[in-house]
């Protein structure tokens, strides 16, 4: 199938960097998780949470076992290649500013340059543009199941976030009111 589609097998390191970038933030975030994060993520949603690991599982493997993401000469689709590693410098300034922060629930869901649930949104953009560089229509579906699942759960906890914030400031003001 791989010989069909045009797919190179062989080792990525550039996959091996993504996926170092990608994750170590994310351990060092396992010590430092926002309070109350462990009551809203029991309240996901099982479905986007089965396509977030499935997404999660395939594009981890699918980035690292095709060479297809290598550096190649110099050619119009080394911009893909760039505009997925600037993307990704911009998630780890998310992670540097989640760290710097009170580590807030509303810290971890929020959005940095416009972009909505930054810490969601930009690795999942950065892998689909590593899937055009590398014309990779395999990693592209797996970048799809991993945002459908990814993003949506964090759109949902991000939205829970807002809905509890604006129950707590009602019962405040009620407590507030004069009898």
């Not at 939205?159 to 507030?176: F, L, P």
Request: charged fraction near 20%.
């Amino acid at each position: 199938m791989s010989e069909m589609l045009g797919l190179q097998f062989g080792f990525s390191y550039v996959g091996l960097v993504y996926l170092l970038m990608l994750m170590l933030p994310n351990l060092f975030w396992t010590r430092h998780q926002p309070e109350g994060y462990g009551q809203i993520a029991e309240k996901e949603n099982r479905v986007l949470l089965v396509l977030e690991r499935i997404g999660e599982v395939t594009v981890s493997c699918l980035v690292l076992i095709f060479a297809d993401f290598n550096f190649r000469p110099w050619s119009g689709w080394s911009w893909w290649l760039v505009a997925s590693f600037l993307l990704m410098l911009l998630y780890e300034v998310y992670w540097i500013r989640y760290f710097r922060s009170e580590k807030r629930l509303e810290d971890f869901y929020s959005s940095l340059l416009g972009i909505p649930v930054a810490g969601a949104t930009l690795p999942v953009v950065v892998f689909l543009l590593l899937a055009v560089y590398g014309k990779n229509p395999l990693l592209a579906g797996a970048v799809l199941v991993l945002g459908i699942g990814h993003i949506g759960i964090h759109l949902g906890h991000r939205k829970e976030i807002k809905n509890n914030k604006g129950k707590n400031v009602k019962k405040k003001q009620k407590q507030e009111e004069p009898a």
